[in-house]
């Protein structure tokens, strides 16, 4: 809509409704605009955390994979650690004593 449209659409409203309802037709046009941009913005904001939290739910999956594919398994079935030594030392760097 142009300018001139505009002012005719509220020249007539002005000479139907009078001075004192356009008054009151302004304000409650403009709460009604300011709900909606509330609206519009929470939803929005909502979108917007939605895919803050499925990008961070992605991230998590991901480094559980690679944790578990990496996670060694002993021919036994039990879980092994670098740690398995009975002296409680690393295999890897065990004393070998002559």
Do not use: C
């Not at 005719?8 to 356009?22: C, D, N, Q, R, Y």
């Not at 037709?25 to 939803?43: C, P, S, V, Y």
């Not at 990496?70 to 070998?96: F, M």
């Amino acid at each position: 809509m142009d300018f001139p449209e505009i002012a005719l659409i509220l020249l007539v409203a002005f000479i139907f409704l009078g001075p004192e309802k356009m008054m009151e037709l302004a304000t409650k046009m403009g709460e009604l605009l300011r709900k909606i941009r509330e609206t519009w913005d929470e939803l929005r904001y909502q979108m917007y955390v939605e895919n803050i939290n499925k990008k961070v739910l992605e991230e998590q999956e991901e480094i559980q994979s690679t944790e578990e594919a990496t996670h060694e398994v002993k021919e036994d079935g039990t879980t092994g650690t670098t740690q398995d030594a009975s002296d409680r030392t690393s295999e890897g760097t065990q004393k070998q004593t002559d």
